[in-house]
């Protein structure tokens, strides 16, 4: 019997002749074959590498164009409207160049490898509006939110229009809240005319008006803390229209003014997001916002866990200028009102009302040369800073900024520190006015029955004895004497300014450590 001979596919496969495709002719051996084409991931990776340098922030990764405006973009994110992600300048370059639209597959794998690639990037500041000088600490940059990169150089000497060095000079950091600003313009009449232009559009009292600009003029300082405006008037003032007009000036027209957020993890974010933080119609003032508004003006961090992670953490760090408008915030603590600007709108007589679109027409027309006049301003007191300085012996709490207004008083032959110090005591007034335990001490210190030479005795001693007085019938009064001791600290400072003392001593008795009141009348 025979059998059929076994299948061999290997043996089959070798015996097979290569037919020729119809029309082709066959290659001849040794013809090189065509270079495959790379990846389009690899291409998207090599544009990034070959166009950007790459910076972190904050930990989070950067790109900035090497043939571009010196403005960074920031790799994670699709879109970022302002100033485009690297994913969004990846495909424009594709589209534009290449005729091609690379797919999400390769933009995500060329972003993935840029990505780990900037982990070695260096550790960089990169400023958002404001910035100073890397190499001249009296110079000062202030970025116009223009495509192009233009910025302002702000020295003593004066200022000019210029990009900053890709390399040494500030690198901006940019988002939705940074508006485009117009290109200064210096007024025929100097800078007198220019703040002319700004006094006729909003309408500041004469005492307000010299804070205003000397609060402008500290935001365009960066890292210095900065009062915390707060526009007031009556109904009819144009408080909310002003805020936007005033914190324009440098934050781009039609600046937000934004509701008060819920929570601090709100605030920290669109803190962060904008140069000014401008909040609008307050009508009181929770105590996490007042505490908030403290950090922010001398500078503050939020830390916050990652997404979908539970061992990291996202960091914010920020100093802002703040910019308050409302009819009453109420009962102020004695921290915020040390840190407060009050800016008095007087009511707009009919005849000089003028409608919204007329309003925003003209501000827009004069906000060139308004903000012209202020660069020309500050170059002027940023030169007299230094001798503003060692003039002034007597400072508050806010010190940059009283040497600010000497500064500006000299130059402009104004008296804003003396009307920043009137509305000072003016506030420490409202905090005494609005607080309990100091109201009841000055009722105490101010009637015939407190000793001339001053009272001493026991936390409890004073907890018993101002309760007495009517303390302990009144809605709020402390329960302790540990929660009368907490109330009398938070005032203190402003106690001391009415001449009230209110001090542990080194003596003690057998009831506790003793404590010392005294009144000195203010002159």
């Not at 070798?14 to 001849?28: I, K, L, M, N, Y």
């Not at 307050?282 to 539970?310: E, F, H, K, N």
């Amino acid at each position: 019997m025979t059998h059929a001979p076994i299948f061999n596919p290997v043996a089959a496969a070798r015996s097979v002749v290569p037919f020729p495709r119809t029309g082709a002719s066959a290659e001849p051996p040794g013809t090189p074959k065509p270079e495959r084409k790379p990846p389009q991931a690899e291409l998207l990776r090599v544009l990034g590498q070959n166009r950007f340098r790459y910076l972190r922030h904050n930990g989070a990764p950067y790109a900035v164009p090497h043939d571009g405006p010196p403005v960074a973009v920031p790799l994670r994110g699709t879109a970022h409207s302002g100033s485009g992600s690297l994913r969004q300048h990846l495909i424009r370059v594709s589209v534009i160049e290449n005729n091609c639209t690379p797919s999400q597959s390769a933009l995500a794998d060329a972003l993935a490898a840029l990505d780990a690639l900037a982990m070695s990037a260096p550790e960089a500041e990169l400023p958002l509006r404001i910035a100073a000088d890397p190499d001249d600490s009296e110079v000062t940059w202030l970025d116009l939110g223009r495509p192009d990169g233009e910025s302002v150089r702000l020295a003593p000497d004066g200022w000019t229009l210029t990009l900053p060095d890709p390399e040494t000079g500030p690198v901006w950091r940019r988002s939705k809240l940074v508006g485009r600003l117009p290109r200064p313009d210096r007024p025929a009449g100097g800078w007198q005319a220019g703040i002319e232009e700004f006094a006729a559009l909003l309408p500041f009292t004469p005492q307000a008006l010299p804070l205003a600009v000397g609060w402008l003029l500290a935001a365009l300082r960066p890292d210095i803390p900065r009062p915390v405006a707060y526009l007031t008037g009556e109904q009819g003032t144009g408080k909310s229209t002003s805020g936007q007009m005033l914190a324009g000036i440098i934050e781009g027209p039609r600046a937000p003014l934004r509701q008060a957020p819920e929570s601090p993890r709100d605030l920290g974010p669109t803190t962060a997001a904008g140069w000014v933080l401008a909040l609008d119609n307050l009508s009181g003032m929770p105590g996490w916002l007042s505490d908030s508004l403290c950090r922010i003006v001398t500078g503050d961090a939020q830390v916050t866990r990652a997404l979908y992670t539970d061992d990291d953490v996202n960091v914010l760090t920020y100093q802002r200028p703040v910019l308050l408008t409302g009819i009453d915030l109420g009962a102020l603590r004695n921290d915020l009102a040390e840190r407060m600007l009050p800016l008095e709108l007087q009511p707009i007589p009919r005849s000089k009302r003028r409608t919204a679109g007329a309003l925003w027409a003209a501000y827009e027309q004069a906000h060139p040369r308004i903000l012209g006049a202020l660069l020309d301003l500050a170059a002027a007191v940023w030169a007299e800073l230094p001798r503003a300085a060692a003039e002034l012996t007597e400072r508050p709490r806010l010190a940059d900024f009283a040497e600010l207004l000497h500064a500006l008083d000299r130059v402009a032959g104004w008296h804003s520190l003396d009307a920043f110090n009137r509305a000072q005591d003016t506030l420490n007034d409202a905090v005494l006015d609005g607080h309990l335990v100091a109201s009841a001490l000055r009722a105490w210190t101010a009637s015939p029955t407190f000793p001339v030479d001053g009272w001493s005795g026991t936390m409890t001693d004073l907890h018993d004895l101002l309760g007495d007085r009517g303390g302990k019938f009144t809605k709020g009064w402390p329960q302790t004497p540990a929660i009368l001791s907490a109330r009398i600290r938070q005032v203190a400072p402003a106690l001391r300014s009415r001449g009230i003392h209110v001090g542990r001593t080194s003596g003690s008795n057998k009831n506790g450590k003793l404590w010392a009141v005294t009144y000195t009348p203010a002159p």
